[in-house]
């Protein structure tokens, strides 16, 4: 079992924040900018769930992903259903006012179904969402079960060199996030790269200084490409955002206890439900901005990141606080028992 990593959690607390600060973006060249940079996000966590699946024994390996499928399938299933329901309220009591069953054969097509197998698009449950992030993953973990199975099973990791160019290829194209954003462009080469970095454990081999610079230089590029348009056939920016992840994820694996430990903690507690949580947040926040009149004012737009950020985090942490006196309060219980019965 991997001993938990500061450094890593304090990436995912950075992280997580990052991708909320991508659905509700600051103003101006800084929103575009913060926006770029925050796309590392996702590469990240995919490596992260790919390095932690990662066992000296294939059967350990095998054993651990069948926990990891049968706890992100409830995930899923609670996600689509509560983001079902809202989608549904919020067309029928929102300016639209459509009818439930109008809004059920909208959504519930045969297009968005097949759209959602191959692409983890969810406008089956009524709109586009991040939520295509865990429905990727979730099937990626069924396919690396079924490709553990076989006693060659690291052929799997040509998809590598073959399925991210053409990641980085789709970028340049208005073909639509969702089709770069899905199981097969996404998912399956970062959760790759993050078996490979576990497995092979490639970055004890190099000098720390070495992923500090290149880390330095590709967020520089990152940046850069944000503002100024970079012609290429594939994204430079998107290169150098997976340089930058896995730099990111080495430098952390070199340094695990080197953290802020209050963003650790986020990460390692919170990202997770800041993640579910924040396209509510974002929704209502927007919809009231909008009913005080207030949403074209540029204090808003320069504060509704924060204020989601901020709301998201605060929900998380309570939603945590309530699981943990229900914990407490049925251990309690048997003691009650017990002391009744003397």
Same mark, same amino acid.
């Given at each position: 079992?991997?001993?938990?990593?500061?450094?890593?959690?304090?990436?995912?607390?950075?992280?997580?924040?990052?991708?909320?600060?991508?659905?509700?973006?600051?103003?101006?060249?800084?929103?575009?900018?913060?926006?770029?940079?925050?796309?590392?996000?996702?590469?990240?966590?995919? /490596?992260?769930?790919?390095?932690?699946?990662?066992?000296?024994?294939?059967?350990?390996?095998?054993?651990?992903?069948?926990?990891?499928?049968?706890?992100?399938?409830?995930?899923?299933?609670?996600?689509?259903?509560?983001?079902?329901?809202?989608?549904?309220?919020? #067309?029928?009591?929102?300016?639209?006012?459509?009818? !439930?069953?109008?809004?059920?054969?909208?959504?519930?097509?045969?297009?968005?179904?097949?759209?959602?197998?191959?692409?983890?698009?969810?406008?089956?449950?009524?709109?586009?969402?991040?939520?295509?992030?865990?429905?990727?993953?979730?099937?990626?973990?069924?396919?690396?079960?079924?490709?553990?199975?076989?006693?060659?099973?690291?052929?799997?990791?040509?998809?590598?060199?073959?399925?991210?160019?053409?990641?980085?290829?789709?970028?340049?194209?208005?073909?639509?996030?969702? %089709?770069?954003?899905?199981?097969? /462009?996404?998912?399956?080469?970062?959760?790759?790269?993050?078996?490979?970095?576990?497995?092979?454990?490639?970055?004890?081999?190099?000098?720390?200084?070495?992923?500090?610079?290149?880390?330095?230089? #590709?967020?520089?590029?990152?940046? %850069?490409?944000?503002?100024?348009?970079?012609?290429?056939?594939?994204?430079?920016?998107?290169?150098?955002?997976?340089?930058?992840? !896995?730099?990111?994820?080495?430098?952390?694996?070199?340094?695990?206890?080197?953290?802020?430990?209050?963003?650790?903690?986020?990460?390692?507690?919170?990202?997770?439900?800041? %993640?579910?949580?924040?396209?509510?947040?974002? #929704?209502?926040?927007?919809?009231?901005?909008?009913?005080?009149?207030?949403?074209?004012?540029?204090?808003?737009?320069?504060?509704?990141?924060?204020?989601?950020?901020?709301?998201?985090?605060?929900?998380?942490?309570?939603?945590?606080?309530?699981?943990?006196?229900?914990?407490?309060?049925?251990?309690?219980?048997?003691?009650?028992?017990?002391?009744?019965?003397?």
């Amino acid at each position: 079992m991997k001993k938990s990593n500061n450094c890593l959690n304090m990436a995912k607390g950075i992280a997580c924040f990052f991708v909320v600060f991508m659905h509700i973006p600051f103003p101006n060249t800084f929103g575009i900018v913060v926006k770029k940079i925050g796309e590392f996000a996702v590469p990240l966590f995919y /490596m992260i769930s790919g390095f932690f699946l990662w066992k000296p024994e294939l059967k350990e390996v095998k054993l651990g992903l069948i926990k990891k499928i049968n706890r992100l399938f409830n995930v899923c299933l609670k996600v689509s259903i509560v983001y079902l329901l809202w989608n549904i309220f919020i #067309s029928r009591f929102g300016s639209g006012h459509l009818a !439930i069953s109008a809004f059920l054969k909208r959504s519930f097509t045969l297009e968005h179904l097949y759209k959602f197998i191959l692409f983890q698009n969810t406008d089956i449950f009524g709109g586009r969402s991040p939520y295509w992030f865990l429905f990727a993953l979730l099937s990626t973990y069924v396919l690396l079960f079924a490709v553990f199975m076989l006693p060659k099973w690291r052929f799997i990791y040509i998809c590598i060199p073959i399925l991210l160019p053409i990641n980085f290829y789709l970028h340049t194209t208005d073909i639509g996030w969702d %089709y770069y954003n899905n199981l097969w /462009m996404t998912a399956i080469p970062y959760v790759l790269i993050g078996i490979i970095i576990a497995e092979r454990s490639f970055y004890r081999g190099f000098t720390p200084i070495i992923f500090i610079i290149v880390s330095v230089i #590709s967020l520089f590029i990152t940046i %850069y490409g944000a503002i100024v348009h970079i012609s290429c056939p594939i994204s430079i920016t998107q290169f150098t955002i997976c340089i930058f992840a !896995i730099c990111i994820i080495c430098l952390a694996l070199v340094y695990p206890d080197v953290s802020v430990q209050f963003i650790s903690n986020i990460g390692a507690k919170h990202s997770m439900l800041i %993640y579910i949580i924040h396209p509510f947040v974002i #929704s209502i926040i927007e919809k009231l901005a909008k009913a005080l009149h207030i949403d074209n004012l540029s204090v808003y737009h320069w504060s509704s990141p924060i204020i989601v950020a901020l709301i998201s985090l605060s929900l998380s942490v309570i939603s945590k606080s309530i699981n943990s006196s229900k914990i407490s309060f049925y251990h309690f219980l048997p003691h009650v028992a017990s002391k009744a019965s003397d």
